[in-house]
C-alpha cells in the first residue's frame, strides 16, 4: 500500500480515543486474539494429553504423535502463508483460520478412534497456522519499530494469559463432563472472541490508515541497537535465497527448533509428570497456569527494557535459565520447590517466543517478515511437534520423565550457544530496499 491510496479505517477506529496511538488498540487485540488461540491450540493440548489416552485407551506415545502432527503442520502452513502475509496482509488468512480452528477444537470432544484425533489435529493446525504466531506477530512489526520489544511484551502476554486463565478452565471443564463438554466449549469461546477482534479492531499496516510505526517517535536507541532499527535494515525487501544465504537465519532456526522441541516437550507433559507428584490432575493443570502466569510477569518486564539491549545474549540467558529450571524440578521432589521452579521456567517459556520474533525482526526487518518468520517458525514447530513425540516415546520405554527431560535439559543448552551466531546481518550491495514510508504489497492489503 502506498501513501497516495484510501485509507481504509476499521470500525473501531471511529470510536476508540484518539489521543492513544491506535497501534497500542492493535497490540490489545493481539493479546486477546493470541489468548483464545495460543490458549486452546497449545496450552489446551497440554490438558487434553491425559483424558484423551484414559478416555479412549491411547498410548502416550499415539496422543503424543497427534500433538507432533499438529506442530509440524502448523509450522508448514505458516511457512506457506508468510510470503503471502508480505504481499498482501494476514487478516483474510486469520478469519478464515479462526473459524476453522473453532470447528476443529470443539471436535476434539467427538473422537473415538485414533485416526480421528490425528485428522482432527491436523485441521486444527492448519487453522492455527493460518491465524496465530505468523500473522500476529507480522501486524506487531509493522505497528512498532522503536518499541517493538515493549509491545510484543504486551502482546504476546495473551499467550501466557490463555495458560493461566484457560488450563484450569479446560481441566475442571473435563473433570466435570470429560472432553466431550470441554472441547465444544472451548470452540465455540475462541469464535466467540477472536472474530471481533480481527473484524472491527485490526488493521494490518499503520500506513493503511494514515500512521507510522510507533506513532509519535519516540527518543533515540542506544546505539548498539541504532542500525538495526534503521530503515536501510526495516524497509529492506529480501528474497528468500539471500535470506538462506546468511549465518543468522541458520543460527535463529537452530536455536529455536532446539529450544522449542525442549521446551514444548516439558509443557505438554508437564501436567502428566506432576499430577502425580501433586496428587491430583486439577492441582497440575493449576500448576501449569502458574507457569502461564510467570510467563506473563517477566514478559512484561523484559519488555520495558529489551529495546535497548543485545537480544542475541538475552535470548542466551533465557535459554540457560530455562534449561536448569528444567533440571532442577526434575530432581528437587518438594512440592513447594516444585512451585517455585514451574514459576522460574514460566519466567523463561513467554520470552522465549517473544525473542525469536524479536530477532527476526530486527536482524531482517519488516517488509520480508513473514517470509523470513515463516520458515523459522515452521523449524520451530516442527521441533515443538517433534519435543513432545520424543518424551512420550521415551517416557513408554524408561516408565519415567528422568531420561526425557535431562535430555530436553540438555538440548536447552546447547540453543543457548547457537544463537550467539544470530549476528545483525551487513546490507548487501547493490540491494534494494523499499523507500521509507512506502509499504510493498499486491492490492493494497486488506
Same mark, same amino acid.
Given at each position: 500500500?502506498?501513501?497516495?491510496?484510501?485509507?481504509?479505517?476499521? $470500525?473501531?477506529?471511529? *470510536? &476508540?480515543?484518539?489521543?492513544?496511538?491506535?497501534?497500542?488498540?492493535?497490540?490489545?487485540?493481539?493479546?486477546?486474539?493470541?489468548?483464545?488461540?495460543?490458549?486452546?491450540?497449545?496450552?489446551?493440548?497440554?490438558?487434553?494429553?491425559?483424558?484423551?489416552?484414559?478416555?479412549?485407551?491411547?498410548?502416550?506415545? +499415539?496422543?503424543?504423535?497427534?500433538?507432533?502432527?499438529?506442530?509440524?503442520?502448523?509450522?508448514?502452513?505458516?511457512?506457506?502463508?508468510?510470503?503471502?502475509? %508480505?504481499?498482501?496482509?494476514?487478516?483474510?488468512?486469520?478469519?478464515?483460520?479462526?473459524?476453522?480452528?473453532?470447528? +476443529?477444537?470443539?471436535?476434539?470432544?467427538?473422537? %473415538?478412534?485414533?485416526?480421528?484425533?490425528?485428522?482432527?489435529?491436523?485441521?486444527?493446525?492448519?487453522?492455527?497456522?493460518? #491465524?496465530?504466531?505468523?500473522?500476529?506477530?507480522?501486524?506487531?512489526?509493522?505497528?512498532?519499530?522503536?518499541?517493538?520489544?515493549?509491545?510484543?511484551?504486551?502482546?504476546?502476554?495473551?499467550?501466557?494469559?490463555?495458560?493461566?486463565? &484457560?488450563?484450569?478452565?479446560?481441566?475442571?471443564?473435563? %473433570?466435570?463432563?470429560?472432553?466431550?463438554?470441554?472441547?465444544?466449549?472451548?470452540?465455540?469461546?475462541?469464535?466467540?472472541?477472536?472474530? $471481533?477482534?480481527?473484524?472491527?479492531?485490526?488493521?494490518?499496516?499503520?500506513?493503511?490508515?494514515?500512521?507510522?510505526?510507533?506513532?509519535?517517535?519516540?527518543?533515540? $536507541?542506544?546505539?548498539?541497537?541504532?542500525?538495526? &532499527?534503521?530503515?536501510?535494515?526495516?524497509?529492506?525487501?529480501?528474497?528468500?535465497?539471500?535470506?538462506?544465504?546468511?549465518? #543468522?537465519?541458520?543460527?535463529?532456526?537452530?536455536?529455536?527448533?532446539?529450544?522449542?522441541?525442549?521446551?514444548?516437550?516439558?509443557?505438554?507433559?508437564?501436567?502428566?509428570?506432576?499430577?502425580?507428584?501433586?496428587?491430583?490432575?486439577?492441582?497440575?493443570?493449576?500448576?501449569?497456569?502458574?507457569?502461564?502466569?510467570?510467563?506473563?510477569?517477566?514478559?512484561?518486564?523484559?519488555?520495558?527494557?529489551? %529495546?535497548?539491549?543485545?537480544?542475541?545474549?538475552?535470548?542466551?540467558?533465557?535459554?540457560?535459565?530455562?534449561?536448569?529450571?528444567?533440571?532442577?524440578?526434575?530432581?528437587?521432589?518438594?512440592?513447594?520447590?516444585?512451585?517455585?521452579?514451574?514459576?522460574? *521456567?514460566?519466567?523463561?517459556?513467554?520470552?522465549?517466543?517473544?525473542?525469536?520474533?524479536?530477532?527476526?525482526?530486527?536482524?531482517?526487518?519488516?517488509? #520480508?517478515?513473514?517470509?523470513?518468520?515463516?520458515?523459522?517458525?515452521?523449524?520451530?514447530?516442527?521441533? #515443538?511437534?517433534?519435543?513432545? *513425540?520424543?518424551?512420550?516415546?521415551?517416557?513408554?520405554?524408561?516408565?519415567?520423565?528422568?531420561?526425557?527431560?535431562?535430555?530436553?535439559?540438555?538440548?536447552?543448552?546447547?540453543?543457548?550457544?547457537?544463537?550467539? *551466531?544470530?549476528?545483525?546481518?551487513?546490507?548487501?550491495?547493490?540491494?534494494?530496499?523499499?523507500?521509507?514510508?512506502?509499504?510493498?504489497?499486491?492490492?493494497?492489503?486488506?
Amino acid at each position: 500500500m502506498t501513501s497516495n491510496q484510501p485509507f481504509k479505517y476499521p $470500525p473501531a477506529y471511529h *470510536f &476508540l480515543p484518539k489521543s492513544i496511538y491506535y497501534g497500542w488498540y492493535v497490540t490489545l487485540a493481539c493479546a486477546v486474539l493470541m489468548f483464545v488461540g495460543v490458549g486452546v491450540g497449545y496450552y489446551g493440548l497440554a490438558v487434553f494429553l491425559s483424558p484423551l489416552q484414559e478416555e479412549h485407551d491411547f498410548s502416550n506415545t +499415539a496422543v503424543s504423535g497427534a500433538t507432533g502432527l499438529y506442530f509440524s503442520v502448523a509450522g508448514i502452513v505458516g511457512a506457506i502463508v508468510g510470503p503471502r502475509i %508480505d504481499r498482501s496482509g494476514p487478516l483474510k488468512f486469520m478469519l478464515v483460520g479462526i473459524l476453522i480452528k473453532g470447528v +476443529a477444537a470443539s471436535s476434539i470432544g467427538f473422537v %473415538d478412534n485414533l485416526w480421528q484425533l490425528y485428522l482432527v489435529y491436523g485441521v486444527l493446525a492448519v487453522a492455527f497456522g493460518m #491465524s496465530t504466531a505468523v500473522a500476529v506477530n507480522s501486524i506487531m512489526t509493522r505497528w512498532f519499530v522503536r518499541r517493538r520489544a515493549r509491545a510484543m511484551s504486551i502482546s504476546a502476554t495473551g499467550v501466557s494469559a490463555g495458560g493461566v486463565v &484457560l488450563s484450569p478452565l479446560i481441566a475442571r471443564l473435563v %473433570d466435570i463432563g470429560g472432553t466431550e463438554l470441554a472441547a465444544p466449549l472451548m470452540g465455540v469461546l475462541v469464535v466467540a472472541v477472536a472474530l $471481533p477482534m480481527i473484524l472491527l479492531v485490526l488493521v494490518w499496516d499503520p500506513r493503511q490508515i494514515g500512521m507510522e510505526p510507533d506513532g509519535k517517535v519516540p527518543p533515540p $536507541p542506544p546505539p548498539a541497537t541504532a542500525t538495526q &532499527l534503521s530503515d536501510e535494515v526495516q524497509l529492506r525487501a529480501w528474497q528468500r535465497s539471500e535470506v538462506l544465504r546468511t549465518l #543468522s537465519f541458520w543460527a535463529i532456526l537452530i536455536a529455536f527448533l532446539t529450544v522449542l522441541m525442549a521446551q514444548t516437550g516439558f509443557v505438554i507433559h508437564q501436567i502428566s509428570f506432576l499430577e502425580e507428584r501433586m496428587g491430583s490432575r486439577s492441582e497440575a493443570a493449576f500448576a501449569l497456569s502458574f507457569t502461564a502466569f510467570g510467563s506473563i510477569v517477566a514478559r512484561l518486564i523484559v519488555g520495558l527494557f529489551a %529495546d535497548a539491549i543485545d537480544k542475541r545474549l538475552l535470548t542466551f540467558g533465557l535459554f540457560v535459565l530455562q534449561g536448569t529450571a528444567v533440571l532442577l524440578v526434575l530432581h528437587i521432589e518438594n512440592i513447594a520447590a516444585t512451585w517455585v521452579l514451574t514459576l522460574i *521456567f514460566g519466567f523463561t517459556i513467554g520470552n522465549v517466543y517473544m525473542m525469536q520474533a524479536l530477532l527476526v525482526g530486527e536482524i531482517f526487518g519488516a517488509v #520480508s517478515f513473514g517470509m523470513v518468520f515463516g520458515l523459522i517458525s515452521f523449524a520451530g514447530q516442527v521441533g #515443538s511437534g517433534g519435543g513432545p *513425540f520424543l518424551v512420550g516415546v521415551l517416557d513408554d520405554q524408561f516408565t519415567g520423565y528422568t531420561i526425557p527431560f535431562t535430555i530436553t535439559a540438555l538440548m536447552t543448552y546447547a540453543a543457548a550457544v547457537v544463537v550467539l *551466531f544470530a549476528r545483525p546481518v551487513k546490507a548487501a550491495e547493490n540491494t534494494a530496499t523499499a523507500q521509507p514510508g512506502v509499504v510493498p504489497t499486491a492490492g493494497g492489503g486488506e
